[in-house]
């Protein structure tokens, strides 16, 4: 198999040294370069020809994002943004990601041992997944991103479906592009939907405004104790699991910081299995665009509960990983382009009296 060429563009020395020691070490992996500056960046991308960058946001000469911007128009390629844990960090972060960054990665505290191996593996997860990218996908939802605008939100006619159903939408990698074409497809009455995106704490607050500007329905970032209601859809915060229970007849969630599920907290599983324990054949199962396998088992839990399950396709998908993993455990009743799965959830909401 052939080696990932990789150019890590960082103004930090250290971070140069400390990315290449780490990729160095992984016989898939080739670091063709490093670049202090996107001037030495340009340079070296036309010289090495890399599969993948890592970029930092905050250099000299010139912005990462300004960088990241241009680059997207003069040669589109994947790149891996190198965060900082931070509530500006997390919305330059995110703005990266809008203008075509394919995941982030946060820097670790250099003194918490532990945090420094999660970090080492996840800088080679995420970088080995360009393998399974296609960039055509990110480059064409963008497109469909760049007209998207603010939305009033709306008062729809919430006596029209049943409350009894409850939505569950999991996705990872390329998530932030994809939750920005499905939820502003959904009209204001929809029943209550729990988003379940693979992301680091501090970041979800962030990116749940984001999405709730451009939807009709609200959009917030969960916290213990909300009910799901119609016309809102709760974004589970980075670093807890969230688990849907029911009293008094209606929906509510809780939030936990059990250990990591598929190397995921929040994990798309925990929240699935729970919904099919509690909704039944009111469940609605959604896996979307992502790396790994999360998702997939809680697929099977709301399937065997009698609740319904939608894959997104592998024509539309950024990253073909989990919905794969849940087509694979024959946990999928239906496998639609991302463009179709907003009006089959509707559909399928209207059916249940």
Request: hydrophobic share 40%.
């Amino acid at each position: 198999m052939q080696q990932i060429r990789v150019l890590i563009v960082d103004d930090s020395p250290f971070v140069r040294v400390f990315l290449t020691k780490i990729l160095s070490k992984d016989k898939n992996i080739q670091v063709v370069g490093t670049a202090a500056n996107p001037n030495q960046a340009v340079r070296e991308i036309k010289e090495k020809k890399p599969d993948i960058l890592t970029l930092d946001v905050e250099m000299p000469v010139m912005n990462g994002l300004e960088f990241l911007k241009r680059l997207m128009i003069a040669h589109p390629m994947p790149v891996i943004m190198i965060s900082t844990l931070t509530t500006q960090g997390s919305k330059v972060t995110l703005e990266a990601l809008k203008i075509g960054a394919v995941d982030f990665i946060t820097k670790p505290n250099l003194i918490d041992q532990e945090k420094i191996i999660e970090f080492k593996n996840e800088v080679l997860n995420k970088i080995k997944a360009v393998r399974y990218l296609k960039m055509n996908n990110l480059i064409k939802i963008m497109s469909h991103n760049n007209h998207s605008c603010q939305k009033e939100k709306g008062f729809g006619d919430y006596k029209k479906y049943s409350q009894e159903v409850i939505t569950g939408i999991g996705v990872s990698t390329g998530g932030v592009q994809t939750l920005k074409v499905l939820l502003p497809s959904f009209p204001p009455d929809l029943p209550g939907m729990i988003v379940i995106q693979h992301m680091p704490e501090g970041f979800t607050a962030s990116f749940a405004r984001e999405l709730d500007r451009i939807s009709s329905i609200r959009v917030k970032e969960a916290e213990a104790g909300d009910k799901i209601i119609s016309g809102q859809a709760l974004l589970v915060p980075g670093n807890y699991h969230l688990e849907v229970i029911r009293k008094r007849g209606q929906y509510y969630v809780e939030l936990n910081k059990s250990p990591k599920v598929n190397y995921q907290r929040p994990s798309i599983d925990i929240t699935f299995k729970s919904m099919a324990a509690v909704a039944g054949k009111n469940a609605i199962g959604v896996l979307l665009t992502g790396m790994g396998k999360d998702g997939a088992q809680g697929m099977v839990n709301i399937k065997e509960a009698g609740g319904y399950t939608i894959a997104q396709n592998e024509e539309t998908a950024i990253i073909y990983g989990m919905p794969k993993a849940a087509v694979k455990l024959n946990a999928v009743d239906e496998v639609l382009p991302l463009m179709k799965i907003s009006q089959r959830i509707i559909k399928l909401i209207s059916e249940v009296k």
